[in-house]
């Protein structure tokens, strides 16, 4: 165990950056979902703004616990570079079924711990609630921490970037009672709108702005249902980068400042080491305006150049040697005994200059794949998906993820009507040879 002699009466909880936070009690250091490593997402996300020396300003801890899946919460390289500075931590996850994210981990060469059952530490009681909906896709979870002294039981939820049901919200609540400090996610990460429209299109501006009071509402319905003391938004915080910069403006993605007018029990603690706690809800650094512009545009040019994964994967000459129908046949097959989806759902690929894969992603489809001339007419409803194929061949072969590559704004789509249908949509998660 970590020296706890300077832990608070209380829970303290310090902000790093995103989703990244250390909650201590005297009796625990809990690190949750340290995102460090530049690039995730097959190079699209990066951090802004930066922060240097993460591991010094997080420092030591007992126990590391990542919420799910997705590379800007589960960072593989950054927990080894924490490792090597402070020796191996247990890290603690979420029971689902399938659990994407201890198979991911110990393919990594990570043990994880399940945690199925509260856990007691001296004062301290934590939980991991998983977020389930039935869908073989889940992967959230929460983190409900407690700390009984003598006269009452503190308590920080982390609800993380969860988008909340009106079940979950009820059960985080019943599990956590009276919560003094919630953290919350206030905006949408994601590729909508931003790959869904042309820049010449009106309507991206009006997505992008829909999107943000979205999200907003959602918070409400979070923070009214929890009733927390105080409420600090966080996570979801990135730009892209690459030849994706040029998006940054149109995802619909809130500064966690914008949060303050709306709600009054909210505090944005500041990058790098703003903190608050429960034994008397002060805080040290917070942020009361957005970041500048100016700042953006300089970190964007830093990182335009940089070149996505897949980029460096293949040469672009070697494109024409692809087997891509023959994946793509194999991978549909796949992706229909998996699928979720119980009506007509249709998948453009484009694969070339002349040509498209059109893939029906309905469980029992009357014909699962078909080739077609890029000037064919589509059968509604569908999404036409525009991917450079090197990286096709990659999510194919499962070198890459399709939901990582929908969360990085790898590929550009259009709908026909624009609407989302999320069976359809968890297909792609299964569009792969293996």
């Given at each position: 165990m970590t020296d706890h002699a300077?832990?608070?009466?209380?829970?303290?909880?310090?902000y790093i950056y995103s989703?990244?936070?250390?909650?201590?009690?005297?009796?625990?250091?809990?690190?949750?979902d340290p995102w460090f490593t530049e690039g995730v997402y097959d190079g699209s996300w990066f951090q802004f703004p930066k922060v240097d020396k993460p591991i010094e300003l997080i420092g030591d801890v007992d126990v590391i616990y990542v919420s799910h899946l997705h590379p800007d919460h589960y960072d593989a390289k950054f927990l080894r570079q924490y490792f090597a500075a402070y020796g191996k931590k247990e890290v603690v996850i979420a029971a689902h079924t399938p659990n994407h994210l201890a198979n991911k981990m110990r393919v990594d060469g990570f043990g994880a711990t399940i945690l199925q059952e509260p856990r007691q530490v001296g004062k301290t009681r934590f939980e991991i609630l998983p977020h389930k909906t039935g869908s073989s896709s889940d992967i959230d979870s929460a983190l409900i921490v407690k700390y009984t002294d003598a006269q009452r039981t503190h308590c920080v939820v982390n609800s993380n970037d969860i988008i909340f049901d009106d079940a979950m919200s009820s059960e985080l609540k019943g599990a956590a009672g009276e919560v003094d400090i919630l953290l919350c996610g206030y905006t949408g990460a994601g590729p909508y709108p931003q790959t869904y429209f042309d820049f010449s299109d009106a309507a991206l501006a009006v997505q992008a702005q829909k999107k943000k009071e979205a999200f907003f509402e959602r918070y409400r319905a979070l923070v009214k249902t929890m009733e927390a003391k105080v409420n600090v938004p966080f996570a979801g915080q990135y730009i892209l980068g690459g030849k994706l910069v040029q998006l940054n403006d149109y995802r619909g993605v809130a500064d966690a400042v914008e949060v303050l007018p709306l709600d009054p029990h909210a505090v944005v603690l500041a990058d790098a080491g703003g903190e608050i706690d429960t034994g008397t809800l002060r805080t040290e650094a917070?942020?009361?305006k957005p970041h500048s512009v100016q700042a953006l545009r300089q970190r964007e040019a830093e990182i335009s150049a940089l070149p996505m994964d897949y980029e460096r994967l293949i040469p672009l000459e070697e494109v024409h040697q692809l087997p891509i129908k023959r994946l793509l046949a194999t991978a549909a097959r796949k992706a229909s005994e998996r699928s979720e989806c119980d009506h007509d759902y249709y998948f453009a690929i484009r694969i070339s200059d002349d040509e498209s894969a059109l893939i029906n992603a309905c469980k029992s489809p009357e014909k699962l794949i078909q080739f077609v001339r890029n000037d064919a007419t589509l059968p509604t409803p569908r999404s036409e998906i525009d991917i450079d194929v090197r990286y096709l061949f990659g999510l194919l072969t499962n070198v890459y993820?399709?939901?990582?590559a929908e969360v990085g704004s790898q590929y550009n789509t259009r709908r026909f009507p624009n609407e989302l249908d999320r069976q359809a949509q968890n297909f792609l998660n299964y569009l792969a040879v293996a």
């Open positions: 300077a832990a608070p009466q209380g829970i303290s909880v310090r989703a990244c936070v250390v909650i201590a009690t005297p009796d625990i250091r809990i690190l949750s917070v942020r009361t993820h399709w939901n990582n």
